[in-house]
């Protein structure tokens, strides 16, 4: 008969725990037998010494099962897309709208603001009315109605990964390789999807900074993943810098409209096309995943993705014309101000994960979970690696609450920009593909 000292036990002398071991332990953190000493324990012994691969599998699908797997009867694939996340980061809402656009349903639960990093619930709240918690019969509607909807997880998704992911934040256990991929793959898989994309980010607004760690990461993602039954595949991208030029939750929804409504192009529209190209086609949708690329990337030029934006904000309870009118209907922060050079020079580097605490000391993240969130705040205009600022000019537009907020902002955004002689290469976006 199993139980917690036992396969604690061996954990600690590294002995590789079953499949049938790693499912106990599923079990018993989402019905509450593994005490919170034994569950910290656990993520303890495993961040020192790692699961194998069968382990790693093991380990998700335990997690993916210790709650409510959805199930679908569609006509088309269902889909979805994953960040590991970085700043100015709003990928997902254009990617949900422009793959409902090519004919696959998005049912995509998604996560608030972790660290440095912006949430796409966050975002998606700082629209006035919008409700991201939906029950299952709710959330079935929406898809089967408007083609995707980005959600929250309800309490009975993967309820072991919410028991760990708690345990691991304050047992200092979070970088696991191992626990990471369970934790993210454990809530997608419960989603029910034919196909999965993953966006790994590397760089310094990223968690991963170097592209080794994020290489090792998106191939025991996608390794887990096709072997737990979901076809996936992953892209690495560079987050050395903002992938848009605005951080903050009602300032990154405004560079989606800007984006949406055909105002503004460049990097993200590209990394949506990579994502989202490659899913259509290992989904049938497209013929090849260059064939899939200009697929999105066409539902976004042409305004059937902005439509379809629209009509899932309005069915998440906000306003019915926000894609048409979404200038009046997003909050604005009551302190706006430049922050100025103080000497010229080219940008050689961006420290995106200063400029994202930043923005959480402005009040648009959480330090911890029960923190409101201002949805008006955060960073805007922010300047791009490689280019050329004269003494004065700004290097970025301050939204904040009030002036002290400000004050403390411009010193950050002065701290995380370097400015120096010479030109500088810009990093490609688009580093790598896995699987």
């Given at each position: 008969m199993m139980d917690a000292r036992g396969i604690l036990g061996k954990l600690r002398h590294d002995v590789a725990l079953s499949a049938d071991e790693l499912t106990?332990?599923?079990g018993a953190l989402a019905d509450g037998r593994l005490s919170a000493a034994q569950a910290g324990a656990f993520a303890m012994g495993v961040c020192r010494n790692g699961l194998n691969e069968a382990g790693r599998v093991?380990?998700?699908?335990?997690?993916?099962?210790?709650?409510?797997?959805?199930?679908?009867?569609?006509?088309?694939?269902?889909?979805?897309?994953?960040?590991?996340?970085?700043?100015?980061?709003?990928?997902?809402?254009?990617?949900?709208?422009?793959?409902?656009?090519?004919?696959?349903?998005?049912?995509?639960?998604?996560?608030?603001?972790?660290?440095?990093?912006g949430g796409t619930l966050d975002k998606l709240e700082a629209i006035p009315g919008v409700t991201v918690m939906l029950d299952e019969a709710r959330l079935r509607e929406v898809v089967q109605r408007v083609g995707c909807a980005i959600v929250g997880a309800t309490g009975d998704i993967a309820p072991a990964d919410r028991r760990l992911y708690a345990v691991r934040d304050v047992t200092s256990t979070v970088d696991s390789l191992d626990l990471i991929t369970a934790s993210i793959l454990s809530k997608k898989l419960a989603a029910g999807l034919d196909g999965l994309?993953?966006?790994?980010?590397?760089?310094?607004?990223?968690?991963?900074?170097?592209?080794?760690?994020?290489?090792?990461?998106?191939?025991?993602?996608?390794?887990?993943?096709?072997?737990?039954?979901?076809?996936?595949?992953?892209?690495?991208?560079?987050?050395?810098?903002?992938?848009?030029?605005?951080?903050g939750n009602a300032l990154e929804v405004a560079e989606v409209m800007r984006v949406l409504t055909g105002e503004q192009t460049g990097g993200i529209v590209d990394l949506c096309g990579a994502l989202g190209g490659g899913l259509l086609a290992r989904a049938g949708l497209a013929d090849d995943a260059d064939a899939g690329a200009r697929q999105i990337v066409g539902a976004i030029a042409d305004g059937r993705a902005a439509e379809r934006f629209g009509a899932m904000i309005a069915a998440l309870g906000g306003p019915l014309r926000f894609a048409e009118d979404w200038q009046r209907f997003l909050p604005k922060a009551t302190v706006v101000r430049e922050v100025a050079a103080v000497s010229g020079g080219t940008v050689q580097a961006i420290d995106g994960e200063a400029l994202g605490n930043a923005v959480v000391d402005l009040g648009g993240g959480r330090v911890v979970e029960s923190d409101p969130v201002d949805p008006a705040?955060?960073?805007?205009?922010?300047?791009?690696?490689?280019?050329?600022?004269?003494?004065?000019?700004?290097?970025?537009?301050?939204?904040?609450?009030?002036?002290?907020?400000?004050?403390?902002?411009?010193?950050?955004v002065r701290d995380a920009i370097t400015l120096g002689a010479g030109d500088v290469a810009v990093p490609e976006l688009i580093l790598e593909r896995v699987g």
């Amino acid at each position: 008969m199993m139980d917690a000292r036992g396969i604690l036990g061996k954990l600690r002398h590294d002995v590789a725990l079953s499949a049938d071991e790693l499912t106990w332990v599923a079990g018993a953190l989402a019905d509450g037998r593994l005490s919170a000493a034994q569950a910290g324990a656990f993520a303890m012994g495993v961040c020192r010494n790692g699961l194998n691969e069968a382990g790693r599998v093991a380990l998700t699908r335990a997690m993916c099962a210790s709650g409510h797997v959805l199930s679908w009867t569609l006509d088309k694939p269902v889909l979805d897309k994953h960040s590991t996340g970085g700043v100015g980061d709003c990928v997902s809402l254009v990617l949900a709208p422009a793959l409902a656009v090519c004919g696959a349903y998005v049912p995509m639960i998604s996560g608030r603001g972790l660290g440095h990093t912006g949430g796409t619930l966050d975002k998606l709240e700082a629209i006035p009315g919008v409700t991201v918690m939906l029950d299952e019969a709710r959330l079935r509607e929406v898809v089967q109605r408007v083609g995707c909807a980005i959600v929250g997880a309800t309490g009975d998704i993967a309820p072991a990964d919410r028991r760990l992911y708690a345990v691991r934040d304050v047992t200092s256990t979070v970088d696991s390789l191992d626990l990471i991929t369970a934790s993210i793959l454990s809530k997608k898989l419960a989603a029910g999807l034919d196909g999965l994309v993953l966006d790994v980010k590397v760089g310094s607004g990223a968690f991963m900074k170097d592209i080794g760690a994020a290489r090792a990461l998106a191939q025991a993602l996608v390794g887990t993943a096709n072997a737990a039954g979901c076809p996936t595949q992953a892209v690495i991208s560079d987050m050395s810098q903002p992938l848009v030029p605005s951080l903050g939750n009602a300032l990154e929804v405004a560079e989606v409209m800007r984006v949406l409504t055909g105002e503004q192009t460049g990097g993200i529209v590209d990394l949506c096309g990579a994502l989202g190209g490659g899913l259509l086609a290992r989904a049938g949708l497209a013929d090849d995943a260059d064939a899939g690329a200009r697929q999105i990337v066409g539902a976004i030029a042409d305004g059937r993705a902005a439509e379809r934006f629209g009509a899932m904000i309005a069915a998440l309870g906000g306003p019915l014309r926000f894609a048409e009118d979404w200038q009046r209907f997003l909050p604005k922060a009551t302190v706006v101000r430049e922050v100025a050079a103080v000497s010229g020079g080219t940008v050689q580097a961006i420290d995106g994960e200063a400029l994202g605490n930043a923005v959480v000391d402005l009040g648009g993240g959480r330090v911890v979970e029960s923190d409101p969130v201002d949805p008006a705040v955060g960073l805007a205009r922010v300047v791009r690696v490689g280019a050329r600022v004269e003494k004065g000019q700004p290097l970025a537009v301050i939204h904040a609450a009030r002036p002290a907020q400000a004050d403390r902002a411009a010193q950050a955004v002065r701290d995380a920009i370097t400015l120096g002689a010479g030109d500088v290469a810009v990093p490609e976006l688009i580093l790598e593909r896995v699987g």
